[in-house]
């Protein structure tokens, strides 16, 4: 199994350009960081099953698709007891509306992403996080516009 320490500059590669583009096939991809597809192929696997790759997903429109509110709730619970965390976050993972739901240290509890169609929808969907058991407060920030959408690690080599 690889480790973080052993993966060389081919391999950030590899991770860099699916990170950047997902469905790449193998030859393209094997193009881009200079191998032959079949050891290309191998690396990609072993990546995979060494944990660094966990999945692959289709990026959709949000707003051509009918989703074109964006807002994130920051949610301060009454309680940080390991059982009303644990409860919260199911809750969470059951609405679909939610499509990011991080823990933070300090005074917020948790960071949500939330998309809906449209205001009303938002507007629903706070209310009913606000009386969500154990939620204390819970503010919103609405997004105006995205200037930047990276995947979630930087890769080393790659533009910054």
Not at 34 to 59: D, K, N, Q, S
Not at 88 to 98: C, Y
Request: with cysteine; glycine share 8%.
């Amino acid at each position: 199994m690889l480790k973080s320490l052993e993966l060389d500059a081919i391999d950030w590669k590899i991770l860099g350009e699916l990170q950047a583009d997902g469905s790449l096939t193998n030859v393209e991809l094997a193009r881009r960081v200079g191998l032959t597809p079949p050891p290309c192929l191998r690396r990609v696997h072993a990546l995979r099953e060494a944990g660094f790759i966990r999945g692959y997903r289709a990026m959709l429109d949000a707003p051509q698709l009918g989703f074109s509110v964006v807002c994130f709730a920051f949610v301060h619970l009454a309680s940080q007891a390991e059982g009303d965390l644990a409860a919260f976050a199911e809750r969470i993972r059951l609405w679909p509306s939610i499509r990011e739901c991080w823990t933070l240290s300090g005074d917020i509890d948790f960071l949500l992403k939330c998309v809906t169609k449209d205001l009303p929808s938002l507007q629903v969907l706070v209310g009913d996080l606000t009386a969500t058991p154990n939620v204390r407060n819970v503010r919103t920030a609405l997004a105006l516009g995205k200037l930047k959408d990276e995947g979630l690690v930087p890769v080393p080599g790659l533009p910054r």
